[in-house]
T-cell receptor, first 116, second 112 residues
Framework: DQQVKQNSPSLSVQEGRISILNCDYT??????FLWYKKYPAEGPTFLIS?????DKNEDGRFTVFLNKSAKHLSLHIVPSQPGDSAVYFCAASAVAGGTSYGKLTFGQGTILTVHP | NAGVTQTPKFQVLKTGQSMTLQCAQDMNHEYMSWYRQDPGMGLRLIHY???????DQGEVPNGYNVSRSTTEDFPLRLLSAAPSQTSVYFC???????????FGAGTRLSVL
């Protein structure tokens, strides 16, 4: 039972354009959502997060949108750069007392390729 | 700070062999976790620990043991390796009261 799903295995975008990565979840107990970026032969690195009490969070070129009613979140990268080419994982946590206790549920990942 | 350090980076085992994947963090994080990454499956939680002496099972714990004797170290033991355990293993740590996990570089394991 995949509680967090990234239905697009890959996405190809031209440099300077917008990249939109999507993620759906089924568990209504999730209340924190995170995006991680992963380069080959490296561990995932944290990119941006959003709490379920918000519907948008921005950090520079990266914006995450959350639609709780649809159980859907998306990551927008504007403008996209070749260095953004990586695997992007969506993750979710059911937080108690402000902590995940080290438990995240990940999606399958989306390979983003940004062409110069 | 080195962050989260995993050793070895690569390992090849024969079916039935045992081994320990090492994980150490120098950030004084309370929580530590082990994940495996398989193609098309994302990262799946194997075991996690909320503090020294306290561990619990994640989504895919079978075939793996863990212990947490210190805050810094969280080794993962494969008791009798099977080809199904061929994967990339990631260790992560989380500060007390937080939800962002910080990952090591991973161990790529092949079981023949």
């Amino acid at each position: 039972d995949q509680q967090v799903k990234q239905n697009s295995p890959s996405l190809s975008v031209q440099e300077g354009r917008i990249s939109i990565l999507n993620c759906d979840y089924t568990n209504s107990m999730f209340d924190y959502f995170l995006w991680y970026k992963k380069y080959p032969a490296e561990g995932p690195t944290f990119l941006i997060s959003i709490s379920s009490i918000k519907d948008k969070n921005e950090d520079g070129r990266f914006t995450v949108f959350l639609n709780k009613s649809a159980k859907h979140l998306s990551l927008h990268i504007v403008p996209s750069q070749p260095g953004d080419s990586a695997v992007y994982f969506c993750a979710a946590s059911a937080v108690a007392g402000g902590t995940s206790y080290g438990k995240l549920t990940f999606g399958q990942g989306t390979i983003l390729t940004v062409h110069p | 700070n080195a962050g989260v350090t995993q050793t070895p980076k690569f390992q090849v085992l024969k079916t039935g062999q045992s081994m320990t994947l090492q994980c150490a963090q120098d950030m004084n994080h309370e929580y530590m976790s082990w994940y495996r990454q398989d193609p098309g499956m994302g990262l799946r939680l194997i075991h996690y620990s909320v503090g020294a002496g306290i561990t619990d099972q994640g989504e895919v714990p079978n075939g793996y043991n863990v212990s947490r004797s210190t805050t810094e170290d969280f080794p993962l033991r494969l008791l009798s390796a099977a080809p199904s355990q061929t994967s990339v293993y990631f260790c992560a740590s989380t500060p007390s009261g937080g939800y962002i996990q910080y990952f090591g570089a991973g161990t790529r394991l092949s079981v023949l």
